[in-house]
C-alpha cells in the first residue's frame, strides 16, 4: 500500500492524462482510462493498435519509426534497428549479446564502459535506450494526436517483470498488471507472458479488487524473436543444402528471410503446413520450401522447455500447486493440468494494465490495488558472515550493517548492495545491541533500508531515551538477468552444501560468544573463584577458539 504522503506526491505529479505504454521488443502499444473508467487502446497515425518497436535511419537522414521503419527493412538492413529492448542494460561481452551478433543484420558494438551499442552504415552511434526514446516519442505524439491534446507528458511505462532493480530504476517503471481481461473474478492466476523478447510468468490472487501478486520468475532473453531465428536458421540451412549458397553473411538476404520467418510463424498458428516463398533472393536463386506444423514445433522445443523451470520455480515460490490454479496453450495447458484462458489480446493486455495503472497512481481509479513482489531475497550481513533474508524473493513490496540481494545464507555468495553505519552505539559484550533492520520497496522499485538501535540501556548511560536510527537508499543494484538466474540456480544445487556451512558459522559464532561470556564473567567475578578454576576455564576457551580458527 502506498504510504499517505507518498500518494500525495503521486497524485500531484499525476493530476492529468496519463499513458499507458507497453515499450515491447517487437511492437508497442499505448492506452489510456478512458471517462467511462475502462482503458482504451489508442490508434498511431497508420490506423493501427499496436506499433512495431522499428526504428530506422534512411539515406537522406531522416528518422523512420514503427511501420515505416519496418516496411523499408528489407532495403536498408543495416539502418534498421529491431528488437533492441535486448540489449539495454547489458554489457557487449554479455553471452546474450554474443549470441545475437549473427541474428540481426545491423552493428552491435562496445562503447567505452563495454555497453552493447548500435551503429549505422555511416558510423553514427546509437544506444539501445536512444531507440526506446524514439519509439516513445511515435507513441506519445500519436497519443496526443488522438486525444487532440497539445502535450502528454506522463506516462506509465512497463519493463518485464523479472527485471532487476537497476533496469527498473533506469526505465522509470512504475508498476505492471499483465492479462487484465481475465482479471475479472476472484481466484488464482498465472499468467504466462512469453512477448517478442522477455518471458515472465506471475501468479496472482485476486480478491475483492485487490490484485497480490505471490510470485514471479521468468527470462529477459526469451520469446518470439528467438522461433523467428529457429525458422531463419532452418531456412538458411535449407537452402545452403540445395544451392551449396550460404546466405548468412548476405544482411539484405537474411532480413528478407527474418521477415518471411515470422510470417511463416503466424501462418502456422491456424494451419498444419505452409510454404514460404522469397523470389530472387540470390542472383537468379528463388527459395520456396515448406515447414510443418510439426517440424516447427520439434524445432521450438529447446525454447519451449526454457520456460518450464522459471513456472515451477515461480509455482513452488508462491507456495501453490499447479491444481490450485484457477485460470492460466500446449505446454502451458500439459504443466497446469487445464485449457488456458485465451481471452485476452496479448498485444494490448501490457498497455492497457499500465494505463490502469497509471489512473490509480493519478488518483482517476480508487477500487483497484496491486501489490507486487521483488525477485530476489534482499538481507542482511548478520554476526559470522551469515546472510539474513529480511525480505524474501517474492515477498510484497511495499554497528557496519551490510546489504545484500540473493538466495544463498552467507553473504560472500551474494550480492552486496549497500553499506551504512549505526554510530553512538556505546560499548558492551557481543550479542548485547539490539538493532532492528526495516526494508521497504516503493512504488517504484527503490530500496530503503533503516537500522534503530532498540537496546534498553540503564538509565545512568547518555544513551538512555535517546533515539538513534540511519537510513540509506539503494537504487542501483546492477545485477544482470543471468546474474538472477546463476544466484538462483545456484542457491538450489548448493542448497545442501550451503544449510552445512550455515550452521557450522552459527556454531562457530556461538561458541565465540559463549568464550566472549566466559572472558568476561572471569574479569567480573574471577575474585570469587579459585586459580585452578579460572586456569582451567581459560584453557577450555583457548581450546574452542583454537577449533573455530581451524
Request: glycine share 8%.
Amino acid at each position: 500500500m502506498l504510504r499517505s504522503n507518498l500518494q500525495r506526491l503521486l497524485f500531484r505529479r499525476f493530476s492529468h492524462t496519463v499513458l499507458g505504454i507497453d515499450l515491447g521488443t517487437t511492437n508497442s502499444a499505448v492506452a489510456v482510462m478512458g471517462s467511462d473508467k475502462e482503458p482504451q487502446i489508442l490508434e498511431n497515425e497508420e490506423g493501427k493498435r499496436t506499433t512495431p518497436s522499428v526504428v530506422a535511419f534512411d539515406k537522406t537522414g531522416e528518422t523512420l519509426v514503427g511501420l515505416p521503419a519496418k516496411r523499408q527493412a528489407v532495403v536498408n538492413p543495416e539502418n534498421t534497428f529491431f528488437a533492441t529492448k535486448r540489449l539495454i542494460g547489458r554489457k557487449f561481452e554479455d553471452q546474450e549479446v554474443q549470441r545475437d551478433l549473427n541474428n540481426v543484420p545491423y552493428k552491435i558494438i562496445p562503447n567505452t564502459h563495454g555497453d552493447a551499442t548500435l551503429s549505422t552504415s555511416s558510423g553514427k552511434i546509437i544506444t539501445p535506450s536512444e531507440i526506446g526514446g524514439l519509439i516513445l516519442q511515435k507513441l506519445q505524439k500519436d497519443a496526443e494526436t488522438q486525444l487532440n491534446e497539445e502535450s502528454i507528458d506522463k506516462a506509465v511505462v512497463t519493463v518485464p517483470a523479472y527485471f532487476n532493480d537497476s533496469q527498473r530504476q533506469a526505465t522509470k517503471n512504475s508498476g505492471k498488471l499483465v492479462g487484465l481481461d481475465i482479471l475479472r473474478k476472484d481466484g488464482i492466476i498465472a499468467v504466462f507472458d512469453l512477448g517478442g523478447g522477455t518471458f515472465d510468468i506471475s501468479i496472482l490472487e485476486i480478491d475483492n479488487g485487490v490484485f497480490e501478486v505471490r510470485a514471479t520468475n521468468g527470462n529477459t532473453h526469451l520469446g518470439g524473436e528467438d522461433f523467428d531465428i529457429q525458422i531463419m536458421n532452418y531456412i538458411l540451412d535449407t537452402f545452403k543444402q540445395e544451392t551449396g549458397i550460404d546466405l548468412s553473411t548476405d544482411r539484405f538476404a537474411v532480413q528478407r528471410i527474418r521477415e518471411a520467418a515470422e510470417k511463416a510463424k503466424i501462418e502456422l498458428d491456424h494451419a498444419d503446413e505452409i510454404e514460404i516463398n522469397i523470389p530472387f533472393i540470390h542472383e537468379d536463386k528463388h527459395i520456396k520450401q515448406k515447414l510443418t506444423a510439426a517440424q516447427f514445433d520439434e524445432m521450438v522445443v529447446p525454447i519451449i522447455e526454457k520456460t518450464i523451470d522459471p513456472v515451477k520455480r515461480c509455482v513452488r515460490d508462491a507456495e501453490l500447486k499447479f491444481k490450485d490454479i484457477d485460470e492460466i496453450r500446449k505446454v502451458v495447458e500439459e504443466l497446469f493440468g487445464k485449457k488456458p484462458s485465451t481471452a485476452v489480446n496479448p498485444d494490448e493486455a501490457v498497455a492497457l494494465g499500465a494505463a490502469i495503472q497509471g489512473a490509480v497512481l493519478s488518483g482517476q481509479v480508487k477500487n483497484v490495488v496491486l501489490l507486487d513482489v521483488t525477485p530476489l531475497s534482499l538481507g542482511i550481513e548478520t554476526y559470522g558472515g551469515i546472510f539474513t533474508p529480511l525480505i524474501p524473493r517474492n515477498s510484497a513490496t511495499g554497528v557496519e550493517i551490510g546489504v545484500y540481494q540473493g538466495e544463498r545464507p552467507l553473504v560472500r555468495d551474494n550480492k552486496h548492495i549497500g553499506q551504512f553505519r549505526l554510530a553512538n552505539i556505546p560499548h558492551g559484550p557481543k550479542g548485547t545491541p539490539q538493532i532492528a533492520v526495516s526494508f521497504e520497496i516503493d512504488a517504484d522499485g527503490i530500496i530503503n533500508v533503516n537500522a534503530t538501535d532498540k537496546t534498553k540501556y540503564p538509565e545512568d548511560l547518555p544513551h538512555y531515551g535517546k533515539p538513534n536510527s540511519v537510513s540509506i537508499q539503494v537504487t542501483e543494484v546492477g545485477l544482470t538477468d543471468s546474474e538472477i538466474e546463476k544466484m538462483i540456480q545456484e542457491s538450489s544445487e548448493n542448497k545442501k552444501a550451503d544449510e552445512e556451512r550455515r550452521k557450522y558459522y552459527e556454531h562457530a559464532s556461538r561458541a565465540e560468544i559463549l568464550c566472549t561470556d566466559a572472558e568476561n564473567a572471569i574479569e567480573l567475578y574471577g575474585s570469587y573463584m579459585e586459580e585452578a578454576e579460572k586456569e582451567t576455564v581459560k584453557e577450555f576457551i583457548a581450546v574452542v577458539k583454537t577449533m573455530i580458527d581451524e
